[in-house]
């Protein structure tokens, strides 16, 4: 808020500074010397009737009255060769007869002529304050002592009562502080609300009582002196309410600008016994001397206090040049060479000289014109304070969201758990589309109040209902396709959720997702066509071109197309959804990702492949409804295969009985002999189970087939390799060096029944609950398997 204030205060004191140049165009009875001024100004019938007050003070000073005489007669006479060049070069200096260097050459005469003017002016400002300070002599002691006692009275009422109700007030803020230590921005304004209304009913209760003191001690209601008081009281005591209310200096929780405690203070401070010095001195103590004395003491009052005022403003801008400049450049200080760092460091250096001038000028119009000038630039500076004073407000409330982000109930939360997510990502953005569209506002109403610019006519006109209604439109619009993607988004996002409902299949897994991405371009594709349509650009064309565009790209990006068909086929066919084990264009893991055009797999070294549809000519798919594992045991010919079938059942038996029998849904399944091979009898079974259960049950299986072989004496034959270690001419081998023989375990401990352990220890499932892929040795095994059988 401070860069907004900052921003706004030097675009205030600009505008002021060359709105005071020009102020006989705009403000009734203000005039500078007609030597600077436009032959067309000098027709304006404002500027031709002064009010009778002026007209007064004019005519008591001999000096002015000599110089209005000789301006009258100055504007009365003209040349027959001056007006016949007048009316000669009147058609050479229209704008539509110009040239460009001739319009540079207006502009500098003008901006000349208004320099010439404001000289003219400061040097008219000095003689209008030594003729007011005159008046000092003229106030009459006794009359304005006679005026002013009634009014003691009612005064101490009112400011005892006031400050009683101020004690009670300032109670009333802290417990609404305490309330605030926790609130958000929407809760502070509302508790500065009740603040408000609280300040409002105690200045109205002083305000009552001082109308009850006179009528009491009186006799009757408050004289002209006594409600000149009542309405000072009024007036300045709700703006410095107002104020308070806005800086909050003796309590921060409530503050809604980003004063420091020490800054809220010290402003409030200043300000507030400027608007009580002026407000009284204008509002109550010059009109009593006026009507006491005449019309040059009230004068010489006003002006007095003024001047002191005008000292003590320019004092808090130089004493405050060095901290408002460290304030403004601290971007800069610290690195940053962005261009509104820049702007804000020179600003800091220079936003002195336009406070100064600002002032400068608002006391010269008043000077000048104390009537229509004062009034003009008065309301127009209230305007101007109000308005960045609310814009400030709104600005510091939206940046406050934006830090603090919006939560979202627990409840909520775990049903939708991307919900805040989403929302505070969103919520940002727009806010500070929100907040430029307040500083643009705010700058307008500025320069309406100074007459630079005529907000409500130019909101009156076609453009500007155009404007204004293109950019309601298009938000609108914004936020009911945010709306809707959020509906959509949370509404999948609750289905997915297996915490919620029933538990999602991989087939609503895979459409729920191809559904919100699908759903989300279409969404921004209409969003974007319908935003172009309310700020007035013609979509029709757009349609026509993206129809052309969409069938050159059909013709460029043949793969593409490829791609999407294929992967709709795969999709409408069932091949494969989201957490399978497929092997697909030579590349085997589990299924992470599935688009239109693409899938993405989990290889079992944590390789990620994304292989697109267009590659892919044949899907295998692991975990299809169920899984089999086939069991292959290569025994001695030796051996008696009903011992060894035996054997591999038994280790079914086993398995079935322990952690993993519920992974198995049917009967161990016999096959018998397979295979009679070089070195060894193969006999082969097959196991049921669920889908990619397979690896894991098939590793448990084969430990406990080891088991029992060992424990039963089955030899599992094996390639066997004869070491020869050669021999001298005598026939002896050279001696063999042995380590000595390690313990013998012993074997009734060898090969106990599997421990009941988690599922994971066979490398069945992930940690967090998904499949483990096959190697390319478990696919080789599994293919040959199903070959042999």
């Not at 009850?212 to 006594?226: K, M, R, S, V, Y």
């Not at 030899?715 to 023989?741: C, R, Y």
């Not at 599922?759 to 080789?780: E, F, K, L, Q, W």
């Amino acid at each position: 808020m401070h860069r907004l204030i900052s921003a706004g205060a030097a675009l205030l004191f600009v505008a002021m500074l060359f709105a005071s140049t020009g102020a006989s165009a705009q403000i009734p009875g203000l005039s500078f010397p007609a030597a600077a001024q436009e032959p067309a100004a000098a027709e304006s019938p404002a500027a031709a009737d002064p009010s009778l007050d002026d007209l007064i003070r004019l005519l008591e000073n001999d000096d002015t009255r000599q110089k209005l005489v000789e301006s009258l007669k100055a504007a009365a006479y003209k040349s027959p060769a001056a007006a016949a060049g007048a009316g000669a070069a009147a058609p050479a200096d229209s704008p539509e007869s110009l040239s460009v260097p001739g319009e540079i050459a207006r502009a500098s005469q003008i901006l000349v002529g208004q320099g010439f003017a404001l000289a003219g002016q400061v040097a008219v400002s000095v003689r209008e304050a030594e003729s007011l300070l005159s008046g000092a002599s003229a106030v009459h002691l006794p009359r304005l002592y006679d005026a002013i006692l009634p009014v003691v009275l009612v005064a101490l009422i009112v400011f005892a009562i006031y400050a009683i109700l101020s004690a009670i007030r300032h109670r009333i803020a802290d417990r609404l502080e305490k309330r605030a230590e926790h609130a958000g921005p929407l809760a502070k304004l509302g508790l500065l609300l009740l603040l408000t209304g609280a300040s409002l009913l105690a200045i109205l209760i002083s305000l009552a009582a001082g109308y009850a003191t006179a009528i009491l001690f009186f006799g009757g209601p408050p004289n002209i002196n006594q409600a000149l008081f009542l309405n000072a009281f009024l007036f300045i005591e709700v703006t410095k309410g107002l104020f308070h209310v806005f800086v909050a200096p003796d309590q921060p929780k409530l503050r809604l600008t980003p004063f420091g405690d020490r800054h809220a203070r010290y402003w409030y401070f200043w300000i507030s016994r400027l608007i009580s010095v002026l407000g009284y001195s204008f509002l109550f103590v010059a009109p009593v001397v006026e009507a006491s004395s005449n019309a040059a003491a009230g004068d010489a009052v006003r002006f007095i206090v003024a001047f002191l005022s005008l000292c003590t403003v320019i004092f808090l801008i130089l004493r405050n040049r060095a901290t408002v400049r460290d304030r403004l450049g601290r971007q800069r200080a610290r690195g940053d060479r962005s261009f509104r760092a820049r702007f804000y460091s020179l600003l800091g250096h220079v936003w002195w000289i336009f406070a100064i001038v600002f002032v400068l000028a608002l006391f010269s119009v008043w000077l000048s014109s104390p009537d229509e000038g004062l009034r003009f630039m008065t309301v127009a500076t209230l305007k101007s304070i109000a308005a960045m004073a609310c814009g400030g407000l709104v600005v510091s409330i939206l940046t406050k969201i934006i830090v603090k982000g919006i939560p979202v109930p627990d409840r909520i939360r775990d049903r939708l758990p991307l919900l805040e997510r989403r929302v505070n990502s969103f919520i940002p953005n727009a806010l500070t589309i929100i907040r430029v569209l307040v500083v643009i506002v705010v700058l307008a109403f500025i320069m309406e109040a100074w007459s630079l610019f005529d907000l409500g006519g130019w909101a009156a006109t076609e453009v500007g209902q155009s404007i204004i209604g293109g950019t309601i439109g298009a938000g609108a619009v914004i936020m009911l396709g945010f709306a809707a993607f959020l509906a959509v988004s949370s509404w999948i996002e609750y289905r997915l959720n297996p915490n919620f409902g029933s538990v999602p299949t991989a087939r609503e897994r895979t459409l729920l997702s191809l559904l919100r991405n699908a759903f989300t371009i279409l969404l921004l594709a209409m969003t974007v066509m319908l935003v172009l349509s309310q700020i007035g650009i013609n979509i029709a064309p757009l349609l026509a071109g993206a129809g052309v565009v969409g069938l050159a790209i059909g013709f460029g990006a043949q793969k593409l197309v490829q791609d999407v068909i294929t992967g709709a086929f795969i999709q409408f066919e069932n091949a494969m959804n989201e957490g399978d084990v497929v092997l697909v264009a030579g590349v085997s893991g589990v299924v992470e990702r599935l688009t239109i055009r693409s899938v993405g797999l989990r290889a079992l070294d944590g390789t990620y492949h994304l292989i697109p549809f267009s590659s892919v000519d044949q899907v295998a798919n692991m975990t299809k409804d169920f899984s089999q594992f086939v069991a292959d045991l290569g025994v001695a010919y030796r051996e008696n295969t009903d011992d060894v079938k035996r054997l591999m059942q038994d280790a079914f038996d086993e398995l079935k009985a322990g952690d993993l029998g519920a992974d198995i849904i049917a009967d161990f399944e016999m096959f018998g002999v397979n295979e009679l091979g070089a070195s060894a009898v193969v006999v082969r079974g097959r196991i049921k189970t669920l889908p990619g259960k397979q690896w894991g049950v098939g590793r448990a299986y084969n430990e406990i087939v080891k088991r029992l072989c060992d424990e039963r004496s089955v030899e599992i034959p094996f390639p066997h390799m004869t070491v020869w270690f050669g021999e001298d001419k005598g026939g002896n081998a050279p001696p063999v060096h042995l380590a000595a023989p390690l313990v013998a375990a012993d074997p009734t401990q060898v090969g106990r029944q599997i421990s009941r352990s988690s599922p994971s220890r066979y490398g069945s499932v992930n940690a967090d609950g998904s499949p483990i892929p096959p190697s390319v040795h478990d696919i080789d095994d599994a293919a040959d398997g199903d070959e042999g059988r």
